[in-house]
């Protein structure tokens, strides 16, 4: 089954499909550097640019498109515009890519589509009632859920919104079960860990301090189950924002590859990219877990409906 990928980034919604027997035969992102990395760890093409510049007849067919498309208009962290952000307008870009599609003779089976648990409240539910208005005008059957990707496998609180859409209308599709966790943070934590990482006496009374001013939380180190992971890492956060534990006596930052854990890659998976970088692709990254989990019901929808082909 041929998958167009839109927004890879490095790769995460793409993993769980490639996995599940999916071909990737066009991914896109706009960041270099997400490209970079994910060159260096799958096979399949992907095409650096802004999706809105690039001309949608050269997009090969595909039987399914996947995307995790910008989240920062809807994301409860920014500003909430959503579509009056420019980068919620690519949201319609996607809606353009299929019916460009369909105009070809060849509509995608399913739709899979990744944000940030927001989107179904932004501004009172309107934002998402266009959305599923919008996807079901261009025929499909449309599921919506929010999954957390501690409920597979992964000790990280990461809730996001998944909208899977079906051409087939007879389509019946249920979300994947929960699992039980059976990973703690500290399961994941690399030893013999480069001096770098940790934190100094002197900034360690403000990481964890619990806020100043007007915004006031507890801070909390060595958690079980790992705050949410963010594009901003690179940065110094407090301990009530961000993920800190203690090793040899001493509290330190996670490193990239143990946010790459906490977002189900394995350690085969390739980080090409500073530190910086990376841990701004791990924190915009879908959890694999969670992909694998969802790649697999869609899979055994379109067997149900012998849509399936290898």
Request: hydrophobic share 35%; proline share 4%; glycine share 8%.
């Amino acid at each position: 089954m041929k998958v167009i990928s839109l927004f890879a980034g490095i790769g995460g919604l793409d993993t769980g499909f490639i996995e599940n027997g999916y071909e990737v035969v066009w991914a896109n992102d706009i960041d270099k550097y997400a490209a970079q990395t994910y060159q260096a760890n799958y096979s399949s093409p992907i095409i650096l640019g802004d999706l809105n510049e690039i001309n949608l007849d050269e997009i090969p067919s595909a039987d399914i498109v996947i995307g995790g498309f910008p989240c920062q208009p809807f994301s409860s962290m920014g500003e909430l515009k959503g579509f009056e952000d420019t980068r919620g307008t690519l949201f319609f870009r996607i809606i353009e890519l299929i019916q460009n599609q369909i105009e070809r003779g060849h509509k995608p089976k399913a739709l899979v589509l990744e944000n940030v648990r927001n989107l179904k409240h932004h501004d009172k539910g309107k934002t998402f009632k266009v959305i599923k208005k919008t996807l079901m005008d261009l025929g499909y059957k449309v599921y919506d859920q929010v999954l957390n990707s501690s409920d597979y496998g992964v000790p990280q609180t990461r809730n996001r919104t998944f909208i899977v859409c079906f051409s087939n209308s007879e389509t019946e599709f249920s979300y994947p079960e929960k699992t039980d966790l059976t990973l703690t943070l500290q399961d994941l934590l690399e030893h013999d860990v480069d001096k770098k990482y940790f934190l100094s006496d002197r900034i360690l009374p403000t990481i964890l301090s619990n806020g100043t001013g007007g915004y006031k939380a507890k801070s909390e180190i060595d958690l079980k189950i790992a705050r949410p992971l963010c594009a901003t890492m690179a940065k110094m956060h407090r301990a009530c924002q961000d993920n800190y534990v203690t090793q040899n006596g001493r509290v330190r930052r996670l490193t990239p590859r143990e946010c790459a854990r906490l977002q189900g890659f394995s350690d085969d998976f390739i980080i090409p990219v500073s530190d910086t970088q990376a841990y701004k692709q791990f924190g915009n990254a879908v959890t694999a877990n969670v992909s694998r989990a969802v790649a697999l019901k869609v899979k055994e929808a379109l067997i149900e409906n012998g849509e399936w082909y290898e």
